[in-house]
Antibody, heavy 121, light 107 residues
């Protein structure tokens, strides 16, 4: 059973960089069948996909955030990470890591528990 | 970007009733739609993909249909655990996008 466990700082000041990591257990992140992604949800609002990474390091991002988002993978640790630079209050949200169901099936079959990130001065 | 519009915003029904949720795409996404259920304080849970295949462990009372731009999630007989928020997602074209959600609440 695949499990995703995520962690990172929950309180940031404006202009800082958000950094979250997701560890995969019960399966290898180097599996050729999956991308690994990040999705966020502002309080009381809907879901927004941020971007995803393949074990090879190949990425694709949401253009709305592309200039501020970096997603990377560490296959030796079975982890992938999210960095979001220059945060503002609008970046306050619960951030989820998730697994794509397949290399071309870009829906999400396993999710992390979520991390609330609050941006406040 | 493909915009997904879900309707209605809120559905008030009683246990045992049928729920019909709609998701309309701003352009064709072929069959590339998934549905998720989310309860307060929890991560979304995959229900349906492709757009009529059930994810592992999803009961037969939950079904999906549609193609192109119009998709439907149907819950044939609502159980107490079905009262939640539901989101559709398209994966036909990047960026991946989600609908605004439909809340199914107890009447």
């Amino acid at each position: 059973q695949v499990q995703l466990q995520q962690w990172g700082a929950g309180l940031l000041k404006p202009s800082e960089t958000l950094s979250l990591t997701c560890t995969v257990s019960g399966g290898s992140i180097s599996s050729s069948g999956n991308y690994w992604g990040w999705i966020r949800q502002p309080p009381g609002k809907g879901l927004e996909w941020l971007g995803s990474v393949y074990y090879s390091g190949s990425t694709f991002y949401n253009p709305s955030l592309k200039s501020r988002v970096t997603i990377s993978v560490d296959t030796s640790s079975n982890q992938f990470s999210l960095k979001l630079s220059s945060v503002t209050a609008a970046d306050t949200a619960v951030y989820y890591c998730a697994r794509h169901a397949g290399v071309i099936s870009h829906y999400f079959d396993y999710w992390g528990q979520g991390t609330l990130v609050t941006v406040s001065s | 970007e493909i915009v997904l519009t879900q309707s209605p915003g809120t559905l008030s029904l009683s246990p045992g009733e049928r729920a019909t949720l709609s998701c309309r795409a701003s352009q064709s996404v072929s069959n590339n739609v998934a549905w998720y259920q989310q309860k307060p304080g929890q991560a979304p849970r995959l229900l349906i993909y492709g757009p009529s295949s059930r994810a592992t462990g999803i009961p037969e009372r939950i079904s999906g249909s549609g193609s192109g731009t119009d998709f439907t999630l149907t819950i044939s007989r609502l159980e107490p655990e079905d009262f939640a928020m539901y989101y559709c997602q398209q994966y036909g074209k990047a960026p991946l996008t989600f609908g605004g959600g439909t809340k199914v609440q107890i009447k």
